[in-house]
C-alpha cells in the first residue's frame, strides 16, 4: 500500500516561514491536498491539487509538489496557524490515504 | 453551504456493529462522492470508505471485510456500518463531501465520537 511520510514536527519562529514536507514514491504523479486540524475540530481544506487554495484561505498558505516530496509552506506564519497539518493523495488503487501528520508550533 | 452532520450511537459493544448516518443539509447529495474518516485520539486520520450516490463503493483494504457503506438519496443522508469492533475502532469518526472520485475533502462534518467498551 502507499505511504505518506510527513515530520512529526515543525517549529517556526512567529512571522517567519514553516515548510511541511510529505513524502512518497512518485507522489509529482500525484494530485496532493492538504488539512489544517486545530485541537477539538475537524479538518479543514487548504490546498487542494498539489498548489490551489480554496476560497478564504489566506495567500500566506502555498503548496508545490515534484518527485518523491510535496510542500505545504506557510510563510508569515502566525499564532492562529499552530496546528496538525496532514496531507492526502489517492494511491493506484483508488484508496485515500493520509500522510502522518505533523505539528506545526508557532514560537 | 453544504454542511455534514454525523449522528448515531457514541458507545458500542466489543463484538457488535457500529453504525452511524452523515446528514447533509444546504445542498444535495446527488452526483457526488461521500467518505467516512476516523481518527483515534491523539492519532492521524484514517480513510475509511467512499460511496458515490449511484450506491457505487470503494472501501480500505485493512477495512474492506469489516465496512458496508450506503446512500439514501431521498433522505439525503449517507451510512457506515463496521462489524465485529474491538477496542481498536474506538475514534472520532468524520463524514465528508469528495469533490470528484479521486478529489479532496471538502467539507467534512464536526465528527462523532465512538468508544468501543462493554
Given at each position: 500500500s502507499y505511504e505518506l511520510t510527513q515530520p512529526l514536527s515543525v517549529s517556526v519562529a512567529l512571522g517567519q516561514?514553516?515548510?511541511?514536507?510529505?513524502?512518497?514514491?512518485?507522489?509529482?504523479?500525484?494530485?496532493v491536498h492538504w488539512y489544517q486540524q486545530k485541537p477539538g475540530q475537524a479538518p479543514v481544506?487548504?490546498?487542494?491539487?498539489?498548489?490551489?487554495?480554496?476560497?478564504g484561505i489566506p495567500e500566506r498558505f502555498s503548496g508545490s509538489n515534484s518527485g518523491n516530496t510535496a510542500t505545504l509552506t506557510i510563510s508569515r506564519a502566525q499564532a492562529g496557524d499552530e496546528a496538525d497539518y496532514y496531507c492526502q493523495v489517492w494511491d493506484s488503487s483508488t484508496a485515500g490515504v493520509f500522510g502522518t501528520g505533523t505539528k506545526v508550533t508557532v514560537l | 453551504?453544504?454542511?455534514?452532520?454525523?449522528?448515531?450511537?457514541?458507545?458500542?459493544?466489543?463484538?457488535?456493529?457500529?453504525?452511524?448516518?452523515?446528514?447533509?443539509?444546504?445542498?444535495?447529495?446527488?452526483?457526488?462522492?461521500?467518505s467516512w474518516i476516523r481518527q483515534p485520539a491523539g492519532k492521524g486520520l484514517e480513510w475509511i470508505g467512499r460511496i458515490y450516490t449511484s450506491g457505487s463503493t470503494n472501501y480500505n483494504p485493512s477495512l474492506k471485510s469489516r465496512v458496508t457503506m450506503s446512500v439514501d438519496t431521498s433522505k439525503n443522508q449517507f451510512s457506515l456500518k463496521l462489524s465485529s469492533v474491538t477496542a481498536a475502532d474506538t475514534a472520532v469518526y468524520y463524514c465528508a463531501r469528495l469533490s470528484a472520485a479521486l478529489g479532496w475533502f471538502d467539507p467534512w462534518g464536526q465528527g462523532t465520537l465512538v468508544t468501543v467498551s462493554s
Amino acid at each position: 500500500s502507499y505511504e505518506l511520510t510527513q515530520p512529526l514536527s515543525v517549529s517556526v519562529a512567529l512571522g517567519q516561514t514553516a515548510r511541511i514536507t510529505c513524502g512518497g514514491n512518485n507522489i509529482g504523479s500525484k494530485n496532493v491536498h492538504w488539512y489544517q486540524q486545530k485541537p477539538g475540530q475537524a479538518p479543514v481544506l487548504v490546498i487542494y491539487r498539489d498548489s490551489n487554495r480554496p476560497s478564504g484561505i489566506p495567500e500566506r498558505f502555498s503548496g508545490s509538489n515534484s518527485g518523491n516530496t510535496a510542500t505545504l509552506t506557510i510563510s508569515r506564519a502566525q499564532a492562529g496557524d499552530e496546528a496538525d497539518y496532514y496531507c492526502q493523495v489517492w494511491d493506484s488503487s483508488t484508496a485515500g490515504v493520509f500522510g502522518t501528520g505533523t505539528k506545526v508550533t508557532v514560537l | 453551504q453544504v454542511q455534514l452532520q454525523e449522528s448515531g450511537p457514541g458507545l458500542v459493544k466489543p463484538s457488535e456493529t457500529l453504525s452511524l448516518t452523515c446528514t447533509v443539509s444546504g445542498g444535495s447529495i446527488s452526483s457526488y462522492y461521500w467518505s467516512w474518516i476516523r481518527q483515534p485520539a491523539g492519532k492521524g486520520l484514517e480513510w475509511i470508505g467512499r460511496i458515490y450516490t449511484s450506491g457505487s463503493t470503494n472501501y480500505n483494504p485493512s477495512l474492506k471485510s469489516r465496512v458496508t457503506m450506503s446512500v439514501d438519496t431521498s433522505k439525503n443522508q449517507f451510512s457506515l456500518k463496521l462489524s465485529s469492533v474491538t477496542a481498536a475502532d474506538t475514534a472520532v469518526y468524520y463524514c465528508a463531501r469528495l469533490s470528484a472520485a479521486l478529489g479532496w475533502f471538502d467539507p467534512w462534518g464536526q465528527g462523532t465520537l465512538v468508544t468501543v467498551s462493554s
